[in-house]
């Protein structure tokens, strides 16, 4: 029985963590801990939540558990990281702390300097699909952050190929709102996001286009330029990339689909989806799984991938690299 | 001309009165204040809005206008309501401060002592339909809370008729989020409002309550006690109040449908629904109309009313209790 | 391991169920029918399940199965279940047909002959932790209706406790959008319901008013008259019931909850509320359960009680009644 | 007094069009007409609407008006233009009859004969701050669908500027339900719909593609091929159209929000918006505008365009139209 903590449990992450983990048949919750919450139970704070006693991270008892999800804001998270790895606790880091392995990269992204430069080196991009061999060993994962996810499964396969690419890769991205976090503002109030639809960040503003830049490079020497374009939608949770990608030579829809299901074979969470058919959110909400479409007009690939934001985007990953590492069946709990 | 000042502009209920004076054929915005936001343009504030610069309430040019709206909070309201009136400015207060006319009441709900007693027994409750008659000498007048003008246009014809009433008058009544102001909470987080529906302030809680009180003593001596329910909608806007009055004699529901018809005869904005037709948010909302079903079952009378809460419900009932002070036609601009 | 068929099972019921015994440890799916979708697969209908071949109801392999349940409109759900009894499967049925005891009332609500009255006698009426203890002998079980039972495990224990009643007993009760079906119609149409909040079918119209009765009768032997307004709430899933009883006497709120919290004591799915909580859909939707709240005023007893609709209100209280029939855990699955 | 008939009354663009005609102060309703619900009033279809009586189509009194709005499926609205244009009546036509000039394409998109081929030469495509100067001698105008509005306001300026384009253009749209119209079906259910988002028709499929690529070929020459993916939003009504054109050339973002600035100055339902803002539905839903927002991003101009489907995408723009065509002011009833 894999022993868990749970640092940030009161956000939506964190809640979906304890939702997950409370029908794993191989963890249990050994702490839940909350900086804003403690002293109270969860059940207080989400009425459809079991009463564990939230406690403050500092009083978290690291000794009783193998491993620790961190849902903690960054510079918070990689402080914390480094406390629970020097007392033996696995780290499964849920923030951006770990993801960017350049430190100076990470200061400019996030305007401060990295609390804990000397793991960067050390911590797994935790995408399931790409990472699995090197988890059984980490101590550190970086979780991938969720439109990241969604965009980097649906490109990796045409990254990886021969298939040659010009003009830029856009990715025209729309999330749900708890993708904002839980925290109150104007702009997940209900009734400014209600009957509304709106793209944010749009150009190179948002902190998921370095993460994304990143895995591209690692994936392709020379590709194209990244166009990132965020929206936000009136759902509560889901996203939905919509990725234009230009070829640089002719190519097959069945040539590329064959690529694709290739590349996916036998992965538990990822679908490609038959031809003619377009991922939404319905194919994925409330699981861990990752849809992908393919559609060539022209020479325009067009990927549809959708994902649970707070799943396959956060929680569901994380469990399903816990998983990974602990030698229990990847799918298990998911 | 009517000359027109806005104060707390900024919050849904001065926003819908900016919207609907901008079409009125005889009035004018002379100025729109919000201590917040003073110095922005309201379209800075509201994408949709018209680009009227935002001033503090302190500098208002109260020798300017006719009438001053107050979108303000309690108390503050009664402040403004004070130095307007002695500017000789005409007041339509869109906050609870006028509302009842007992201030004793007042400082028990509200918890603290009325800003302005004196002027309480001057203010119209302004409940247009009923207060007709006074406004045009008021110099100040009490806009009606949301739920209380659902409420109250649905129970006064019975009220005030001989039919007996027995057992409580229950109102089980849903509003729209923007009823909750624009200032982010938890409560009006998306994330928490969509997929989900709550009854909230149960019992002898809500401040609304003894508003509906006091006028329901006006109507009847000796009426049965109320019962009020108010639950959380997931819409913008909109308000629905189902209430259940137990007769103290058989009654036909012809015979109340012909005391509804005659009480709202000639009404331009109050409706009472064919025999079979319930009211419903789609009947009424983006428009300063109430309507009102009536279904009888066995001596239970179940009167379903709805209105659109920013505007027969706020902005839209100010703005014809402001024709009626001025003179124009009751429904212009709305 | 419980072999189970499923007919009508692309519908919003019969979906949830498939959702539910894919992850029941006791349980397997040995088929899916469906009248309108035979030939294609289950994930064809819905894109989040799985790629089980729907086959016509008349091709159904009743000797494979141990327990058939029946998602299928009134009339032919009774014609389906005589011909699995007949085959010795044991059935739970999901329709209306099997839920009045009296045939005459069934011709009258559902405006034709009742198929196999003389099986009227022997099913069981499926409020699982009403009818617990018949369960393990039972053939034939009828699932009770969504509202009916949001309703029913609300008043059940005031109604069997020795509290004088006075006045009608009140249910505002509000349905998500699932509650009336996949078929489309204007009034599920999603411009229609989005924004909106109706009330439908108030006074003697709806389908379930005399099952409620019905039980009411049962346990308190001359009740005061049911009044039931159901509205239509734009979300997906879920009920809430706020419920009006006038008591015949003064009473304290801490001795209802007491009646209450003894009633449900050791419930796995029915949750008595804390003192000044109240039932939201929050509490309840994706789960099997049904939260109650109490609230006081006066002597009018205000109870608040959520459920899933698609779960404790069909799909899962079905599932928790083949647990109970079939000797599991009655929480497997859930 | 423009005297006013509308065919197809009862679909949401045709409600839309008396919404906006009953405040218009120029024009007055003649007639409304509906296939499947004359002999009902307007009111018994929509609780919001006036109690105009519905008639037949072909009883219309066509010798009464001056102009007949046509909100009929395509060919039946060619055939009642043919009838209203030979009784004298200037028509505007929210069908896609006369969108396209050429026969030929309309029978390969439309799947059948040009009903009336003859008037495609004279028919004005309608989008009217393009047509402006053609529409007073007007005899039939086809009002543009609801994507292209969105996307050729967007493209114009660009594509009449002698800045080079390079790949294709690109244009993620997204729209709210009502673009689909009131006919229920399973895609338009609420339950399909809510905490849904889906692309839809991506490739050469979506008939608004072969309007879009005949304006484009007429504001320039050789322009690169576009790419159009339609999404469904989770909301009523409105339009958000992300295009992304890359430039051939360096360009800087002021230069381009000058093109357009000076491409739309003055136009009173255009709105080129600052520095650093994007457009989202909220700028324009109940709105006749347009809003449009510009990021330039390496080579990719990013074009953010906002409309109402059913104000500008339809019956606003018609009625702008007919201001233009009867020599009213533009705005009236606007």
Not at 24 to 52: C, D, M, N, Y
Not at 277 to 300: K, W
Request: include cysteine; hydrophobic fraction near 45%; aromatic fraction near 6%.
């Amino acid at each position: 029985m894999i022993r868990v903590g749970i640092y940030g449990a009161t956000g939506y992450t964190g809640m979906e963590l304890v939702r997950i983990l409370q029908r794993h048949p191989g963890a249990e919750i050994a702490f839940v801990a909350s900086q804003s919450q403690a002293g109270k139970t969860l059940r207080q704070v989400f009425p459809a939540a079991p009463a564990l006693p939230l406690i403050a991270g500092a009083e978290a008892p690291l000794d009783e558990v193998d491993v620790a999800f961190l849902c903690l804001p960054h510079a918070a998270a990689a402080e914390t990281a480094v406390v629970a790895l020097a007392a033996g606790v696995r780290v499964i880091d849920l923030s951006a702390d770990f993801r960017l392995r350049d430190a100076a990269a990470y200061a400019h992204w996030y305007a401060h300097t990295h609390p804990a430069p000397e793991l960067l080196a050390e911590a797994i991009y935790g995408l399931t699909e790409v990472c699995r061999a090197d988890l059984p060993g980490a101590r550190l994962v970086a979780n991938p952050g969720c439109y990241p996810t969604s965009v980097l499964l649906a490109l990796r396969p045409l990254l990886l190929s021969n298939v040659p690419l010009a003009g830029p890769i856009i990715t025209d991205s729309k999330s749900g709102v708890s993708g904002a976090g839980r925290t109150p503002s104007q702009t997940s109030h209900f009734v400014e996001v209600a009957d509304n639809f709106s793209p944010y960040k749009i150009g190179r503003v948002h902190r998921h286009l370095p993460e994304m830049e990143q895995a591209i490079g690692w994936w392709r020497a020379s590709a194209p330029p990244l166009v990132f374009s965020p929206h936000l939608l009136p759902v509560p949770r889901g996203i939905l990339s919509t990725i234009y990608v230009t070829l640089g030579a002719d190519a097959t829809e069945a040539n590329l689909r064959a690529l694709y299901g290739d590349a996916y074979a036998g992965e538990p969470f990822v679908e490609v989806l038959p031809a003619g058919e377009l991922a939404s959110l319905a194919h994925v909400t409330y699981t861990n799984r990752c849809a992908i479409g393919l559609t060539l007009v022209g020479r325009t690939l067009i990927l549809t991938s959708a994902i649970d934001n707070l799943i396959k985007g956060a929680a569901g990953q994380a469990v399903q690299n816990m998983n990974v590492m602990f030698g229990c069946a990847e799918t298990a709990g998911l």
